[in-house]
């Protein structure tokens, strides 16, 4: 029996991967759900497109930048399986909001399409009501993530031998884009207001989960909590970041997810109005994304042989960028449909070009996966368990601003009218840092560490 067998058949980790699991898909779900809805049925311009993608990023991503600090407080001085629940039971209301935007969105359309004969709203709410409803769920579940965030990881080495942590890290990250796969599967496949129930019903669930969590109370002396969000982030950041090795992880992880947030923005209207392609296509992108980071994951826990180490870090990311090019070549060499037509699923797998895109989008995320996830694993384990919470949420803090920072850069682009698909070339470009950094970090590791 492997070690990642016999901790999936224990409590002691299985109803926070489930919690994990459902959470990641049920995240997934909604978001990929509102953008396609969004963007392949409301708007009908490029910019327009790549804009709204930018801002649905940027408004999940804000309250990780300015609440992570208190998440991370909060999680190292109080019982980590109580917050995940109270977590979860919050998540129930906001998918109820989410919900009914997306059914109010949903309706306006059909107003539209159907000469006003409206059930649930009256016609042209979506701009008034249905959208600012959608993305006031879209910022309270990145409020919802960033309490959850830390304790996904903090919990591990409390809960996990020693031994165990980078495989339990590798099943979390694996799992995780494991969900996402299904979610964004089905929010390209489904009609909008079946996603609106289902991503209410899922939140049920996942809290029924999160009541299965075994406790995890406060490791070490009990600290007084700074409310003051933005001086306990500063603090936070600057406490956490002075250990060399500690802030070249944080740093390259974060490169990693603003590259991540970069590709998430420029798929959906890519594949409209670069590859001619229907919403069923667009998330089938980010259904070989999330399978290949799950490849990558499981991959370098196997190389390493469960040793925390960056020594693969470098090269992955640099074989990602390569992938990036890759897939920037295939893009522009790619034949669009004529017309106003969207290719479906069997009609983009006729064309010529489409199973060297889809190996390139493989190759970018299985790359990645085996990037991150030993970063991740090096700071749940080098830190002691009393600051691991407050680690992750330093992290969070730092990839959340330069995940928005990436956001931002996008939204400038596409309103520069610089074309999407050139756009693919900044992310290239980050990956050569994020390898500078891991190198770095891996030469830290010890005296002697050396390629």
């Not at 919690?19 to 708007?43: C, E, G, I, R, S």
């Not at 980590?80 to 306006?108: F, H, N, S």
């Not at 992880?253 to 590859?275: E, H, Y």
Request: glycine residues 6%.
């Amino acid at each position: 029996m492997t070690t990642s067998t016999h901790i999936l058949r224990r409590r002691r980790f299985l109803p926070l991967f489930a919690t994990q699991l459902f959470n990641a898909f049920n995240d997934n779900l909604y978001k990929t759900a509102m953008v396609l809805f969004v963007v392949y049925v409301v708007y009908n311009s490029e910019a327009e497109e790549a804009m709204f993608s930018a801002v649905a990023s940027g408004v999940f991503i804000l309250p990780f930048f300015v609440l992570s600090a208190l998440a991370g407080q909060l999680a190292d001085m109080s019982d980590k399986a109580r917050i995940i629940r109270v977590v979860k039971a919050c998540e129930i209301g906001i998918m109820a909001v989410g919900g009914a935007g997306l059914l109010i969105a949903w309706q306006d359309v059909e107003c539209a399409a159907t000469a006003g004969r409206c059930v649930i709203a009256p016609p042209s709410v979506l701009a008034d009501v249905a959208i600012p409803l959608l993305l006031a769920a879209l910022f309270a579940m990145g409020v919802h993530s960033t309490f959850f965030g830390p304790i996904k990881y903090a919990i591990l080495p409390q809960h996990l031998k020693p031994e165990e942590v980078l495989a339990g890290t590798g099943l979390v990250e694996a799992g995780t884009y494991i969900a996402i796969l299904f979610g964004t599967i089905l929010a390209g496949w489904i009609p909008v207001e079946a996603a609106a129930a289902l991503v209410f019903a899922v939140a049920i669930v996942g809290y029924l989960a999160s009541r299965h969590v075994p406790p995890a109370p406060a490791q070490g002396e009990i600290e007084p909590i700074d409310f003051n969000i933005f001086r306990s982030s500063f603090v936070l950041v600057r406490n956490t970041m002075h250990d060399s090795r500690v802030f070249l992880a944080i740093m390259a992880i974060s490169f990693f997810w603003t590259i991540g947030a970069v590709l998430f923005i420029q798929f959906p209207p890519l594949a409209k109005n670069v590859l001619t392609a229907s919403p069923e296509v667009a998330s089938l992108f980010l259904v070989v994304f999330s399978v290949g980071v799950a490849i990558g994951s499981v991959s370098v826990n196997a190389l390493l042989k469960g040793t925390v180490s960056a020594r693969y870090s470098p090269r992955s990311v640099i074989v990602m960028a390569m992938f990036v090019v890759a897939f920037y070549v295939v893009c522009r060499a790619w034949t669009p449909a004529p017309g106003d037509m969207l290719m479906n699923v069997g009609q983009f797998m006729a064309q010529p070009l489409a199973i060297p895109l889809l190996v390139c989008l493989l190759g970018i995320a299985v790359a990645g996966g085996m990037f991150v996830v030993p970063l991740y694993a090096f700071l749940t384990t080098f830190v002691p368990q009393t600051q691991t919470a407050r680690t992750i949420a330093a992290n969070n803090i730092v990839n959340s601003g330069a995940m928005v920072a990436g956001a931002i850069l996008a939204m400038g682009l596409s309103a520069a009218d610089v074309a999407i698909v050139d756009q693919l070339l900044l992310s290239a470009g980050m990956c050569l840092i994020s390898s500078w950094l891991g190198k770095k970090l891996y030469l830290a590791e010890s005296p002697a560490a050396a390629d």
